[in-house]
């Protein structure tokens, strides 16, 4: 079946750092979203990349989708302790109203 | 209404008693779906309506489990005979549902079920 993973599963940073999350699609994504999810909230979307290839910015994030349309990634330069949270992308197949989420990338930022 | 709202907030229940979890999309919002998160874990999709019609319940962990949607607005999630591994967050989210692209999924609160 169709299967989004995401890695790491959890990383903890010293602000400052730089943090990236990998997202993998077992299958051709028609698009891809992000969200985030703060400890105790509910998602929140971010972003969403929709050509092969495209690469979106926000402030210190930049969003990537691959070329084959199969993976994406999320790169947070120079962490703050707001950034604390979990992240997930969802995969939009073809020909279905379904996201399929990942399996999310927790981020711990330490002062 | 301002966003997705889910009612009760937190549900605290008996082994065995039945629940119903309730679900107010965004106006004008065709599609809504209930995803399951336990604590730490990844969102776990049950079931996604279309309108009045649930065209994938694939998600659905049990036949204890159901959703109906009635006027295209408001959704409930029915748990029957309620067991502790179903204690999670429920969460609902609606998305404009339009077009032949998958659009932004908006998230409600979602409703903190505790079995005892």
């Known amino acids: 079946g169709q299967q989004v993973m995401q890695i790491p599963q959890y990383q903890h940073v010293q602000e400052g750092e730089d943090f990236t999350t990998y997202c993998n699609s077992s299958t051709t994504l028609s698009n891809i979203q992000w969200y985030k999810q703060r400890p105790g909230g509910h998602p929140v979307f971010l972003i969403q990349?929709?050509?092969?290839?495209e690469v979106k910015k926000q402030k210190r994030l930049t969003f990537q989708f691959g070329e084959a349309k199969k993976n994406s990634s999320l790169h947070i330069t120079a962490t703050q302790t707001t950034d604390v949270g979990t992240y997930f992308c969802?995969?939009?197949?073809?020909?279905?109203?379904?996201?399929?989420f990942g399996t999310g990338t927790r981020l711990q930022v330490f002062p | 209404g301002a966003g997705v709202s889910q009612s009760p907030s937190n549900k605290v229940t008996e082994k065995g008693k039945d629940v119903e979890l309730r679900c107010d999309p965004i106006?004008?919002?065709?599609?809504l779906y209930w995803y399951r998160q336990s604590l730490g874990q990844g969102l776990e999709f049950l079931i996604y309506?279309?309108?009045?019609?649930?065209?994938?319940k694939s998600g659905l962990p049990s036949d204890r489990f159901s959703a109906e949607r009635t006027g295209g607005s408001v959704s409930t999630l029915t748990i029957q005979r309620t067991q502790q591994e179903d204690s999670a967050v429920y969460l609902c989210?609606?998305?404009?549902?339009?077009?032949?692209?998958?659009?932004?999924?908006?998230f409600g609160p979602g409703t903190r079920l505790t079995v005892l």
């Open positions: 990349l929709v050509k092969s290839g």
């Open positions: 309506f279309q309108g009045n019609s649930a065209p994938d």
């Open positions: 969802a995969g939009g197949h073809i020909n279905t109203d379904k996201l399929i």
């Open positions: 989210a609606s998305s404009s549902g339009s077009g032949s692209e998958v659009d932004t999924q908006y």
């Open positions: 106006s004008g919002h065709t599609a």
